[in-house]
């Protein structure tokens, strides 16, 4: 995974699926949708910091 290759392992991340180039605007606004919806749980995940 990318995270591990990057030193972060189980870093999460969301996915927008492919292509994306030639898709029409319905396409690209769904597909903006469910990525919305991965991210926004991610972004309101509170993980407790180690000093």
């Known amino acids: 995974m990318v995270g591990e290759l ?3 392992p189980g870093y999460p991340f969301a996915v927008i ?3 994306v180039a ?3 605007d319905d ?3 769904e ?3 469910a990525a919305v919806n991965a ?3 991610l972004l309101m995940q509170r993980k407790e910091s180690v000093h």
């Open 6 to 8: 990057n030193g972060l």
């Open 17 to 19: 699926t492919h292509p």
């Open 22 to 24: 030639n898709n029409d």
């Open 27 to 29: 396409v690209l606004r």
């Open 31 to 33: 597909k903006a949708r």
């Open 39 to 41: 991210i926004v749980p």
